[in-house]
């Protein structure tokens, strides 16, 4: 046994290498915990930034929810990167293209349902023919 733990954690967060090909380096438990740590560490910034931002006047009123926005898409590349391991290596192109279908779909599902409601607040009668009718 050897006195460290130099156990191979097998994730190999943010390398990129060829199919099938062995890891340039080796990675150990340690190396994978202080990953998801800085991780965690760069999700819990972006957070308490996003509540500083929103409760400060510095930021311009009108531009707040662009700045939050800018904020939140920073922390979903976070989570996408260290939690769940989307990077460009050739061996994550089904991942990559089951959260491409994911957003599709979540992008369907919204902008259809905004849609249908639109039209059916543009077809709908005025509120004054509504009354008229229950009476």
């Known amino acids: 046994m050897s006195g460290g733990h ?3 954690a097998g994730s190999s967060v943010g390398e990129d290498r060829a ?3 062995e890891s340039a380096g080796e990675h150990t438990l340690g190396g994978e915990v202080r990953s998801y740590v ?3 560490a760069l999700a819990v910034g972006l957070t308490a930034a ?3 931002v929103r409760g400060t006047d510095l930021v311009y009123g009108p531009g707040l929810a662009m700045a939050l926005l ?3 898409v920073a922390q979903m590349g976070i989570h996408l990167i ?3 391991h989307i990077t460009t290596d050739p061996d994550n192109e ?3 293209l089951a959260l491409a279908f994911g957003v599709l779909i979540v992008c369907l599902i919204v902008f259809g349902s905004l849609w ?3 039209h059916l607040n543009h077809n709908m009668a005025p509120m004054q023919e509504l009354m008229q009718m229950q009476r």
């Open 6 to 8: 130099d156990f191979d």
């Open 19 to 21: 199919p099938g090909a």
């Open 38 to 40: 800085l991780g965690l």
């Open 50 to 52: 996003s509540f500083w």
């Open 70 to 72: 800018v904020l939140a």
């Open 82 to 84: 260290f939690f769940l």
């Open 94 to 96: 089904n991942n990559v």
């Open 116 to 118: 249908v409601m639109q």
